[in-house]
């Protein structure tokens, strides 16, 4: 876990019952999910196997030992897992170059938590290495602190990121909001205790009891994510 600017301590949103708001990064913020996908396909092709589309919606969104170690296992590559982690976080981060594409409404939400004080930390099950690249385009400015998927001994889909994000901003998991585009993150937010939002980014995700669906973060701002925990 690195703190990317002070710590904001037990500063809440204004008074409301919002203390955090924790955010996932592929697919949520950035689009990147598709060049991941992309990487995939390269490198195996590179390893003659060629990845069926199908199995995108099986390796979205989770941690890179678990997409990797699926993929292997599907194609019968002769590739260790640690040989494919760095062949893929190669392959990403050169595809990635100086700037990201960001996902609709997230430069807006992040000056608007920004603007109001609101703690915010990126939890991503991508590695530190990636993490700190994608920050040059979401600016480190905007979270107290990131969480990386390879400083966690278990990442999404379980809790332990989200838990440690929520400590580390001294809130309250059940009174923390997080973001989320993939079923295996929003598994991870809900084990936490989280209120969550869901934008699908690849695979679409249902309504359930704390969990609200939205088709992009251009419809939330933080009039909205205040509301979903006062109701």
């Not at 876990?1 to 949103?13: D, E, F, K, S």
């Not at 920004?114 to 290495?129: D, E, K, N, Q, Y």
């Not at 690249?133 to 889909?157: C, I, M, N, Y």
Request: glycine content about 10%.
């Amino acid at each position: 876990m690195t703190t990317t600017v002070p710590a904001l301590g037990t500063q809440t949103a204004e008074g409301s019952a919002l203390q955090a708001v924790l955010l996932d990064m592929d697919g949520t913020l950035v689009d990147t999910e598709g060049f991941w996908w992309d990487v995939e396909v390269e490198v195996f092709a590179g390893l003659g196997h060629t990845l069926d589309d199908s199995w995108r919606h099986v390796v979205v969104g989770g941690p890179m030992t678990r997409s990797a170690g699926f993929l292997i296992e599907a194609t019968g590559a002769d590739i260790t897992l640690a040989e494919l982690t760095v062949l893929l976080n190669d392959g990403f981060e050169g595809r990635i170059g100086r700037t990201l594409p960001l996902m609709p409404g997230a430069t807006r939400l992040l000056a608007e938590l920004a603007a109001h004080g609101v703690p915010t930390a990126l939890v991503s099950a991508s590695h530190r290495r990636i993490i700190d690249r994608v920050l040059t385009s979401l600016g480190p400015q905007h979270f107290a602190l990131t969480v990386a998927g390879d400083e966690v001994e278990r990442t999404k889909p379980h809790p332990d990121p989200y838990l440690l994000a929520a400590a580390g901003l001294n809130a309250d998991p059940v009174r923390c909001a997080v973001i989320e585009d993939t079923a295996t993150g929003v598994a991870a937010a809900e084990a936490a205790g989280c209120h969550v939002v869901a934008v699908p980014s690849v695979s679409p995700i249902a309504p359930a009891a704390r969990r609200t669906v939205v088709s992009s973060l251009e419809e939330v701002d933080l009039p909205f994510l205040r509301g979903l925990l006062a109701v």
